[in-house]
């Protein structure tokens, strides 16, 4: 190997992805200020009062984790998005714990020359190739995505 080489594999052996980190502090009641240390902080509410279920906050990480793939090959496409909204509906069993048993990923999405056909392919790519988020869920949990697309 020479020294060149030596040092990029070096640089790749170093350059693996960090863990994630957040800290959740508890803010009384249900409610947990959460986030990266030093980042963002976003409210999770058990009750659902002053900031997101838990549940809530998975459904909707599941829907922007997607929803940045559907943006960014809708863009590579050259048909960018003008915008987009993703409707989650998690239905959850009536036993403890009410885990999520379907989700519904609903992507309403306006743009000038996106064809259907595309858009459901970015979609399906978003969903079952490249989110880390459903990847990280119970591979048997069921999700299914629909379609609304508009012309600006």
């Given at each position: 190997?020479t ?22 502090t ?51 496409r ?20 009410r ?54």
């Amino acid at each position: 190997m020479t020294t060149s080489e030596t040092t990029a594999a070096a640089r790749a052996v170093t350059t693996k992805p960090q863990p994630n980190r957040v800290v959740a502090t508890w803010r009384g009641d249900h409610r947990f200020d959460t986030g990266r240390p030093g980042g963002p902080v976003t409210r999770i509410d058990g009750d659902a009062v002053t900031g997101q279920s838990p549940v809530d906050a998975l459904l909707s990480a599941l829907a922007t984790c997607t929803a940045v793939d559907v943006v960014d090959i809708l863009k590579k496409r050259r048909t960018p998005a003008a915008s987009l909204e993703v409707e989650v509906i998690g239905t959850r069993r009536e036993e403890i714990p009410r885990r999520l048993t379907h989700v519904l990923l609903r992507y309403h999405i306006t743009g000038r020359g996106i064809e259907r056909d595309h858009a459901l392919r970015a979609i399906e790519l978003a969903v079952t190739k490249y989110c880390s988020v459903r990847d990280s869920l119970d591979p048997a949990l069921p999700v299914e995505w629909e379609l609304v697309l508009s012309e600006t």
